[in-house]
């Protein structure tokens, strides 16, 4: 499979720099495409929900960061530090960034950008939330960018990734590689970094890892790294 941004498609980025609350936890971003949810499911203040969520809750969520995530309080499915990034299609879609804490609620992120009601998401361009802790409110807040310049990086990367699910090792054979290479757990925590520049076509060896899901990422677009 060909991992490329198409002309009808947008990309989506969930970063957070460092760590929010050092206790563990951290953030999914969860997108419904049918835009129908923004002031029932997806509440304007509060949080999403004060326990796990249910299904028809979750199953109306056709987009989420992580790619693959469980939506209970207690889970690992998150992004504690580090970037990800899904394409989907271009379009309206209300979202909420949230903040699954264990024995607490399903909190929504702090900020105007942190839920959405009937956002556009254009064609052609890539979009930035960012996490931090902010000092003045002592909690976090999301901010939203449009980036194009990252855009431009992840279309001109083209690459391949397999057999996947892996075993053993995994075959990655990419174009017009500028940036490091990585492969980041379901935390965003990075495990490894690849230095290699140009067309690349190697074997990466997957003995040390434990089964389970990971994340390849070459600039800006990442792609889901299942060893069995």
């Known amino acids: 499979q060909v991992f490329?941004?198409?002309?009808?498609?947008?990309?989506?980025?969930?970063?957070?720099?460092e760590e929010v609350w050092g206790d563990g936890t951290g953030y999914q971003l969860l997108m419904d495409a049918d835009h129908n949810t923004f002031g029932?499911?997806?509440?304007?203040?509060?949080?999403?929900?004060?326990s796990d969520l249910t299904e028809?809750?979750?199953?109306?969520?056709?987009?989420?960061?992580?790619?693959?995530?469980?939506?209970?309080?207690?889970?690992?499915?998150?992004?504690?530090?580090?970037?990800?990034?899904?394409?989907?299609?271009?379009g309206i879609y209300d979202y909420c960034i949230t903040n699954p804490t264990p024995n607490d609620a399903y909190w929504i992120a702090g900020g105007d950008d942190?839920?959405?009601?009937?956002i556009?998401?254009?064609?052609?361009?890539?979009?930035?939330f960012t996490v931090e802790y902010l000092a003045s409110t002592y909690g976090d807040n999301v901010t939203m960018e449009r980036d194009l310049t990252g855009l431009e990086r992840v279309q001109s990367?083209?690459?391949?990734?397999?057999?996947?699910?892996?075993?053993?090792?995994?075959?990655?054979?990419?174009?017009?590689?500028?940036?490091d290479i990585t492969i980041s757990d379901v935390q965003g925590r990075v495990l490894e970094r690849i230095a290699q520049r140009g067309d690349v076509e190697m074997n990466i060896d997957l003995s040390a890892y434990a089964q389970g899901i990971y994340f390849l990422k070459i600039g800006n677009i990442t792609s889901?790294?299942?060893?069995?």
């Open 4 to 17: 490329q941004t198409k002309s009808s498609d947008c990309s989506i980025t969930l970063s957070v720099p």
């Open 40 to 50: 029932g499911i997806i509440p304007s203040e509060g949080p999403l929900a004060n």
């Open 56 to 90: 028809d809750v979750y199953g109306q969520f056709e987009y989420t960061i992580p790619e693959e995530t469980e939506f209970f309080l207690n889970t690992d499915m998150i992004l504690v530090e580090g970037d990800l990034t899904i394409t989907i299609p271009a």
């Open 114 to 118: 942190a839920r959405g009601d009937d």
């Open 120 to 128: 556009e998401f254009a064609a052609g361009n890539h979009y930035v």
């Open 157 to 179: 990367v083209d690459f391949k990734l397999y057999p996947n699910p892996a075993n053993k090792y995994v075959i990655l054979q990419a174009k017009g590689v500028s940036e």
């Open 224 to 228: 889901k790294l299942i060893v069995q």
